[in-house]
């Protein structure tokens, strides 16, 4: 939403200024006075460069998700392991690089610049979060009508101020357990939405179903259009807020709506080459490497190196996906099975390849073919898609793009063990599918690359 890229971009410019201030402090601290237009000046491009590199490190590490800048113990352990990963990196910059590119070798000056960061940066941090979870800057929202997804809306919006949003009212008929939302009010009827806006100071009224059903409903709130309040479906809102879209609460009209092929023609030719360039640079990259990972395979357990299985792709075409083995030789003796976090069947070296995502290095072949993309929907086996589509409505709409070595949905949830996952799953690949896009790609990228690195992959 507007307002939640409009928060994103105030973080962001938040940091730049605060690191640039702190620039300013460090030169005035090191010089004893206001600095030279010269020492500014020799300061100025190494330090912004470095600052690059430190705003990326800390799209990856989620400082800028809203959904968890909280404060709470998880969010500023999450500040101090990426100020550690800045600081190590600006170590090596400073001591390594600068010298040689700028010459300039700021041993105080960075040692007094990383003192006043660790100080201000989670203050500044903890000030933003205390501002924008205080009540005044939170949107009133009035929910009309009730189903599973609009519960689960209400209660991430209540355990998470942080998105914005206040649940003030919920306007359902048959609505009783109100134990269940703390501090909202439950309203029987639509008599008179107007005074409820009014009382309520509604800025925002999410439909959870369609109002066409009750005309009386329709008459009401369009009375209520002069008085500024922006309306949303719950689809949308839900998937605005949430990254998902609500699988059970869209029909057919939804895709005709937001799956428009003939516009995404640039963005797929360009994608085409991006995966082309980014399958080149990663064999190259890894090929010093894959006679040791295949000694190690072999050493771990009997069996091939390489082990390939049969996946659904793109408009349900099949293809031969092949990774690294990460399992026991005959781990599907007795049939398809689900992989799950813990596999027992997964050999020692297995768990780690399949942590790093190293396991799925070969896939680039499969990216090269074109059979496969870097960034979309996770590649299932048709043996699970044969059931899942017929227990999980639209499944077979995440095969409208190119199956992916990661996606929306790999780096949001977790690994897909069972069918209730995989409907979890297919709203991230639907949120995807819908708004696939160079920008979003190259933060799917960045998320896949910290996952890869801390080993928290499955």
């Known amino acids: 939403m507007i307002q939640n890229r409009l928060k994103n971009l105030i973080l962001i410019g938040g940091d730049v200024i605060l690191l640039y201030l702190a620039l300013f402090a460090t030169l005035t601290i090191r010089y004893g006075g206001f600095p030279s237009e010269n020492i500014r000046d020799q300061h100025f491009l190494p330090f912004s460069i470095l600052f690059i590199v430190w705003l990326v490190i800390f799209f990856i590490n989620g400082l800028y998700d809203l959904a968890t800048s909280n404060n709470d113990i998880a969010f500023y352990n999450r500040i101090l392991t990426t100020l550690a990963i800045d600081f190590g990196a600006a170590a090596a910059y400073f001591y390594l690089l600068t010298d040689r590119l700028f010459s300039i070798k700021p041993q105080a000056v960075y040692f007094i610049f990383i003192g006043l960061v660790a100080v201000s940066f989670p203050l500044w941090r903890y000030w933003y979060n205390t501002f924008v979870q205080r009540p005044g800057m939170l949107r009133n929202v009035l929910i009309v009508g009730m189903n599973d997804e609009a519960k689960e809306l209400i209660r991430e919006i209540i355990k998470k101020p942080q998105l914005g949003y206040n649940i003030k009212a919920i306007m359902h008929a048959g609505l009783r357990k109100i134990s269940d939302f703390p501090g909202v009010e439950i309203i029987k009827n639509s008599k008179d939405i107007q005074k409820l806006i009014s009382e309520k100071k509604i800025s925002t009224i999410v439909t959870a179903k369609d109002p066409h059903n009750n005309p009386e409903m329709v008459q009401q709130l369009f009375h209520t259009v002069i008085m500024k309040v922006q309306f949303f479906d719950l689809p949308t809102f839900y998937e605005k807020l949430t990254g998902k879209v609500p699988v059970t609460n869209i029909g057919h009209v939804w895709f005709l709506e937001n799956l428009t092929e003939s516009e995404m023609g640039v963005f797929q030719i360009s994608k085409r080459l991006t995966d082309v360039l980014a399958a080149i640079f990663g064999l190259a990259l890894s090929l010093p490497f894959i006679p040791l990972i295949a000694l190690l395979i072999k050493i771990d357990s009997k069996g091939p190196v390489f082990f390939t299985q049969i996946r659904t792709g793109h408009l349900g075409k099949t293809f031969k996906a092949v990774k690294f ?78 199956p992916g070595l990661t996606g929306w949905a790999q780096i949001n949830y977790q690994y897909g063990t069972s069918a209730a996952d995989a409907l979890k799953k297919l709203q991230y690949d639907l949120f995807y599918i819908k708004n696939r896009s160079l920008s979003l790609d190259i933060g799917i990228a960045l998320k896949t690359i910290k996952i890869m690195l801390s080993g928290k992959g499955h």
């Not at 297995?350 to 190293?358: N, P």
């Not at 073919?369 to 870097?374: L, R, V």
């Open 325 to 402: 083995r990460s399992m026991i030789e005959g781990a599907e003796n007795n049939g398809p099975q689900w992989a799950q976090k813990q596999d027992p069947r997964a050999t020692r070296i297995g768990k780690f390849l399949r942590r790093t995502r190293i396991d799925e290095i070969p896939q680039l072949l499969n990216v090269l073919a074109g059979e496969m993309a870097i960034i979309g929907p996770r590649p299932e086996r048709p043996e699970f898609v044969k059931n899942l589509q017929k227990i999980i409505p639209f499944y077979n709409e995440r095969h409208l793009v190119k």
